[in-house]
Structure formats: C-alpha cells, structure tokens
C-alpha cells in the first residue's frame, strides 16, 4: 500500500518560511495527484492546494495564494509545499494526501483521497 511521509514542521517565526515535504514510500507517485491540507485545533480540515499527477494542473485556496506554492519532483517520489510570509493562523498539522489520477486531474476534496501521511505540525510564533 502507498505510504506517505511528512517532514519539515517546526516552530517557526511570523514572517518566516518553511518547505513540507511529502515522500511517498514503496510506490511511485507519477500516477498520482496529490493534496496539501491542514487542521488547526477546534477547526475542519482545510485545503490547501493539489498538483497533478504530472505536475501540470494546480489549484491553491485563494486566501493562500501567493504565499504558498505546491511542487513535485516525480523522479524523488516527493511532493513539497513552500510556505511563505507564514502567519499565525497558518499553525496546524499539515497533511498530503494522494489520489490515483493518470488523467491529469487536480482534485480538490479531501474525501477524494485515497493515502494520507500522519501529518507535521507547523507553529508560527513569536
């Protein structure tokens, strides 16, 4: 069974930058689009962003748009999310999640994924 990894969480400052990875295990994601979310406490998964299987179709939530960008690199079997400009809402644990997609499609709703990592948590504090 696919099995993916976050890394790269921690306590960061406002202002400040990370990159989440997502490295998937035991299978090739060429085949796979793949979604960032995050749960921050008392609150609903939230979507962050997906990318094609391919890496030529990608969607963001448009209060996060211009601060966080999704990226792959297919031939590492890993999928990043630099954050930028973090603030403090932006702390939650932040998950990815993959969906068989060969067909180039960027799903957006979490119930349309298949694998998820356990998670990295992300603080932005002072």
């Known amino acids: 069974q696919l099995q993916l990894a976050e890394s790269g969480g921690g306590l960061v400052q406002p202002g400040g930058s990370l990159r989440l990875s997502c490295a998937a295990s035991?299978?090739?994601?060429?085949?796979?689009?793949v979604g960032w979310f995050r749960q921050a406490p008392g609150k609903d998964r939230e979507g962050i962003s997906c990318?094609?299987?391919?890496?030529?179709?990608?969607n963001y939530a448009d209060s996060l748009k211009g601060r966080f960008t999704i990226s792959r690199d297919n031939p590492k079997n890993t999928v990043y999310l630099q954050m930028n400009s973090l603030k403090p809402e932006d702390t939650a644990v932040y998950y990815c999640?993959?969906?068989?997609?060969?067909?180039?499609?960027?799903?957006?709703?979490?119930?349309?994924?298949?694998?998820w990592g356990q998670g990295t948590q992300v603080t932005v504090s002072s």
């Open positions: 035991g299978f090739t994601l060429d085949y796979y689009a």
């Open positions: 999640a993959a969906r068989f997609a060969p067909d180039g499609s960027c799903p957006w709703s979490a119930e349309e994924y298949d694998y």
């Open positions: 990318i094609s299987n391919s890496g030529g179709d990608s």
